[in-house]
């Protein structure tokens, strides 16, 4: 049955790795750092945390010592197509290295998680393999290597979302992450397998040219992209497929949402749009599937519903974690947004919107983690006060709370204007998208308030007087972290440039 | 000169921060220092301010010169947007008639405000840094001739607001800060949809992209015809209209969008009353004369009407609530929704008469209602109440205090002689002289009346007749046979004091002088308001299509 290759395949197929291999240097570099770090972990016992923190951040610092020459690397497939260079990668793997680095910077500033954690250990290399994961997830074009990229973030955030052993939230979330993980992965199997018999190919540009070339069933390739949705929507924590995330965000480390949130998502948004945009591209005109159903209409439900659940279900929130779980689906509807216009404009939007949310949104759980150090609570009841406590988080928290509502002068609120502008430069006919769009930005502003409002205009319970302890370093990350928010609020040029010139994907004809 | 008109109070701010926060002296000197500067400044422009250039639209040749003064244009943001061409944002101040009478206020109230501040003694770093911001931010609003830029300014209002109500602020502030917060918001947010809009559907005549300049989008012909707001856009033009004008009638605030007023007023400090009435309601009518009316003229004859009626609504309605109240600073406060009411009159009426009556009646109510409540903030201070059947006979007690605020009540219902009367008056005429709005100036002339009834009633409770039993205050023989009154823990002069005087006279002065010679003021506004009706006019519209 299965032949044996001759002499002469197998040198071509070696000398094909060769040469892939010269563009697959960062991701080499960071599995070496996963698995340098259990090394030092093994070498010091799990005792000196910081040390290994050292070296997962200047670890992942000098990956960009690595992606930058890319740049000057040829666009293109690499290993039989599996796997891709292109200007939509390279954005990626600055943002995952870049949101790598801020959650190892969090996590050295929870006390919880050094606290309770007896040995550290993995943690940090498993950061490190999550990164490597997102890295993968945005460069993939084969449904396998998609698939497996996935698997690699998802099963690193499984365990990295039970670190806190002895609590028993950490653990239960968890379990439900996996549980529910386990399920979209296997929905998002059967659409890749249903696509697979639809083109026998797993390449999305062969997929892609295959069903231009020969058509295909519209009922078959709604289900297909109703399931592989699925898979996607987990990741990006969209309704009707984010049960998990209000759990998972209170239960995980802190540091761990953060990164989530924020990584993870990001994760789940590019893989959606090589998918979809490079694969099947045919939402849009000419609706050539049954009554105009096709992904497109699919995503305007999913995007409209939960900029409306998020963001309405987060007004009953009283712990901070489980708020920003809601709003992060809320957000995950925005950047839909930025998607569906499906055209340059709108998937510049779209990048800047998650560069302008990992700024804000780690920031936002910086303070988060700062505050629960020292009241070792994230309800809201406990902020009270807490604004002439830590004057300088409770001011960085404010700031970072008005971006994500999408006031001026903010790099929230140009990220809301070019989303905006992508929709309404189509004319009118997704004017109503923008509408629910900004009308859940005023229900957003009611809950991000009640933080500064529970900081500023209530007194604590507890009169303690003490200072802020907080250790200087994170003062200054905060500061800097929230000064960027309002400086690319201001000034966005560098960073809009930056999202149009990664806006080209290999393979991609829409636009 | 306008930037650094903008900026002072920031860079005061920034000073502030630097500042320990037990120097409270330094603090307040440091605002009351910027604050000032910015009066000079004020007065600067006003007199290097030539009253013939019209502002409103670009001179011809699309060039803004010429037109507007004090201009700085510098390039900010541009952005390559591919097939979109390239967003081009603009840093553009300048100020024709409509702004400069603005400015001046700005920097009049800001620095009022200051004196007024001077007894908060609670987180007065915070409250100064913020008051800053919220200084900068509305000046801002006032010089901005980019959309984008206004939109900053305008936003950037919100949150200082917010924490000087929720913090400084009455026993029910978190209500009133978070309903002007989601209020204001939502009235902002379409407007953010509608300057996209505009941005892809004008062109400016002078580069050929696409732009925010609010000079550029005054003028219809640099409208695409077939864009989102283009002048074929019927439908999406009355859209846009309207949801711009529910957003600057909530800030005015116009029936039915005023309920978060009164609850601002009462729980707002003193000083961030003054600013919120003498400031910040202008700008709502400052950004339908300068954006709503202007960007969609067609529309706007279309609703003379509808205006109309809603600034009649708000004059009756408003002085009918005033008649109710009895605290007396939720009654200046209905009051001044009745106020702002013959502003969207005059506007309504659509000729030079109204809308200078307009604009004028701008200026004043800024100054006649920040005299209103500095003095109810006088009394509160002693009183600690606002109840007005708690006072009685405070005028043989308390004389200069009465004097003053004789003059402002009486300014106040517009009574000849003080400033408020002309700018009334105006509006009347000019309503009265278009045909739309006729029947609407006899009906809106009843709420002078009820105007008339509270103010008087008030003034007659309060200042006249004999101390009541259950007054707040003592009454007491002194060693010299005559009677004084005592407040119970108030250790301050009865009277007013120097602090007192200092804000409320140069206030007095302007509203007599402007009411006996208007012009000033008013000469300053009228070129820019012939070209505003102009511009306005259903002539130029049909001359386009």
């Not at chain 1, 809301?416 to 109503?432: C, E, R």
Request: net charge negative; aromatic share 14%.
């Amino acid at each position: 049955m299965f032949q044996l290759p001759s002499g002469a395949e197998i040198e071509s197929i070696i000398a094909t790795l060769k040469s892939s291999v010269g563009f697959f240097v960062p991701e080499i570099w960071l599995s070496v750092l996963f698995m340098l770090l259990i090394v030092v972990d093994l070498a010091v016992k799990g005792r000196k945390n910081n040390l290994l923190a050292s070296v997962a951040a200047l670890g992942l610092a000098a990956t960009f010592f690595f992606i930058y020459p890319q740049h000057s690397l040829a666009t293109g497939e690499i290993f039989f197509g599996m796997y891709v260079l292109d200007e939509f990668a390279l954005f990626f793997k600055y943002f995952f290295v870049i949101s790598g680095i801020l959650a190892v910077l969090v996590s050295v500033a929870d006390e919880q998680l050094n606290r309770d954690v007896q040995s550290i250990g993995e943690y940090y290399a498993l950061i490190i393999a999550m990164v490597l994961g997102m890295i993968m997830m945005a460069s993939s074009t084969d449904l396998l290597m998609m698939f497996l990229s996935m698997e690699l973030v998802g099963l690193t955030a499984y365990v990295l979302t039970g670190y806190l052993k002895k609590d028993a939230r950490s653990s239960e979330a968890a379990l439900k992450y996996l549980v529910y993980g386990s399920v979209s992965s296997g929905l998002m199997l059967y659409g890749f397998s249903l696509i697979y018999g639809m083109t026998a190919e797993t390449n999305i540009m062969k997929i892609s040219a295959e069903l231009a070339l020969h058509g295909y069933d519209p009922l078959l390739m709604m289900l297909a992209s109703l399931l592989i949705l699925a898979g996607f929507g987990y990741k990006i924590g969209a309704v009707p497929f984010h049960f998990w995330s209000p759990d998972v965000y209170e239960g995980a480390p802190t540091p761990i949402t953060a990164y989530l949130s924020v990584g993870s998502k990001a994760a789940g948004f590019a893989i959606l749009m090589r998918f979809f945009f490079v694969a099947i591209p045919h939402g849009g005109e000419p609706f050539q599937d049954i009554a105009g159903l096709d992904w497109l209409m699919l995503l305007i439900v999913i995007a409209v519903i939960s900029m409306v659940y998020g963001n309405v279900v987060a007004l009953w929130q009283k712990n901070v974690k489980r708020l920003l779980a809601y709003s992060s689906i809320a957000h995950a509807g925005y950047v839909l947004l930025g998607i569906i216009a499906m055209d340059e404009l709108g998937t510049q939007a779209t990048l800047f919107y998650l560069l302008g949310y990992l700024l804000m949104n780690i920031g936002a759980f910086y303070v988060v983690i700062l505050i629960a150090n020292r009241t070792g609570s994230e309800n809201l009841d406990d902020y009270r006060g807490l604004g002439r406590k830590m004057p300088l988080a409770g001011a960085a928290l404010t700031v970072f709370l008005i971006s994500l509502v999408g006031l001026p002068p903010t790099i929230g609120f140009i990220g809301k204007l070019m989303i905006f502008s992508a929709l309404l430069a189509k004319g009118s006919v997704y004017i109503w998208l923008a509408l629910i769009g900004v009308l859940t930005s005023v229900i957003a502003l009611y809950y991000y308030m009640l933080i500064p409002l529970n900081m500023y205009l209530r007194d604590s319970k507890q009169p303690d007087e003490d200072r802020d302890r907080t250790p200087i370093v994170h003062q200054v990350a905060l500061a800097v972290l929230m000064i960027l928010t309002i400086y690319f609020g201001l000034f966005f040029a560098p960073l809009t440039d930056f999202a149009k010139a990664s806006s080209a994907m290999f393979g991609l004809s829409i636009y | 000169m306008l930037s650094l008109i903008v900026f002072l109070p920031i860079i005061a701010g920034l000073v502030i921060l630097a500042v320990p926060s037990s120097q409270k002296q330094i603090i307040r000197i440091v605002s009351l220092l910027a604050a000032l500067a910015q009066c000079v400044l004020a007065v600067l422009i006003w007199q290097g301010y030539d009253a013939a250039l019209p502002g409103i639209t670009a001179a011809a040749g699309g060039a803004p010169e010429g037109s507007f003064q004090f201009i700085e244009r510098l390039p900010w943001i541009s952005l390559d947007l591919g097939s979109f061409g390239s967003l081009n944002i603009e840093y553009f101040l300048g100020v024709d008639g409509l702004s400069i009478t603005m400015v001046i206020l700005t920097a009049l109230i800001s620095a009022i405000g200051i004196l007024s501040s001077w007894p908060i003694q609670k987180q007065v770093k915070g409250y100064f840094i913020l008051y800053n911001l919220l200084s900068t931010a509305m000046m801002g609003c006032f010089v901005a001739l980019d959309f984008f830029l206004f939109y900053v300014f305008w936003e950037l209002m919100l949150l200082p607001m917010y924490f000087l109500i929720g913090i400084w602020g009455g026993p029910n502030r978190e209500y009133a800060a978070i309903k002007f917060f989601l209020y204001t918001l939502f009235g902002s947010v379409f407007m953010l949809l509608v300057m996209i809009g505009l941005y892809f559907s004008v062109i400016d005549p002078v580069t050929g992209n696409h732009t925010f300049s609010l000079v550029a989008m005054a003028s219809q012909e640099n409208y695409i015809k077939d864009a989102i707001l283009g002048p074929d856009s019927v439908m999406w033009r009355y859209v846009a209209f309207i949801v711009l004008f529910i957003g600057f009638a909530i800030k005015v605030p116009m029936f039915p969008f005023h309920t978060w007023l009164p609850d601002a007023h009462v729980e707002a400090p003193t000083p961030i009353s003054v600013i919120l009435a003498g400031v910040l309601l202008k700008l709502g009518t400052y950004g339908m004369m300068r954006i709503n009316f202007p960007l969609f003229p067609e529309v706007f004859q279309a609703s003379l009407f509808v205006i109309g009626v809603l600034g009649a609504i708000n004059i009756i309605y408003g002085a009918f609530c005033a008649l109710a109240q009895q605290d007396l600073k939720k009654m200046v406060a209905y009051s001044s929704i009745s106020h702002m009411g013959y502003v969207l009159l005059g506007l309504a009426a659509a000729n030079s008469e109204g809308m200078v009556g307009a604009l004028y009646q701008m200026f004043n109510h800024g100054t006649i209602t920040a005299m209103l409540f500095l003095l109810v903030g006088v009394i509160y201070d002693r009183a600690h109440t606002r109840q007005i059947d708690k006072f009685g006979g405070l005028a043989s007690y308390m004389p200069v205090y009465a004097a003053v605020v004789t003059i402002a009540w009486f300014a106040s219902l517009g009574l000849p002689g003080l400033s408020g009367f002309i700018s009334e008056a105006f509006v009347f005429v000019g309503a009265f002289s278009a045909e739309t709005t006729r029947y609407i100036a006899i009906v809106s002339v009843l709420g002078i009346v009820f105007g008339a009834a509270y103010l008087l009633w008030s003034l007659q409770r309060m200042f006249l007749g004999k101390r009541k039993p259950d007054a707040a205050y003592d009454l007491e023989v002194g060693p010299d046979g005559h009677e004084h009154i005592h407040f119970h823990d108030w250790k301050g002069k009865l009277d007013l004091d120097t602090r007192e005087l200092v804000m409320l006279v140069p206030l007095a002065v302007i509203v007599i002088f402007l009411g006996i010679y208007p012009m000033p003021v008013m000469g300053l506004m009228t070129s820019s308001i012939n070209k505003l009706v102009e511009v306005l006019s259903p002539v130029v519209m049909t001359a386009l299509n």
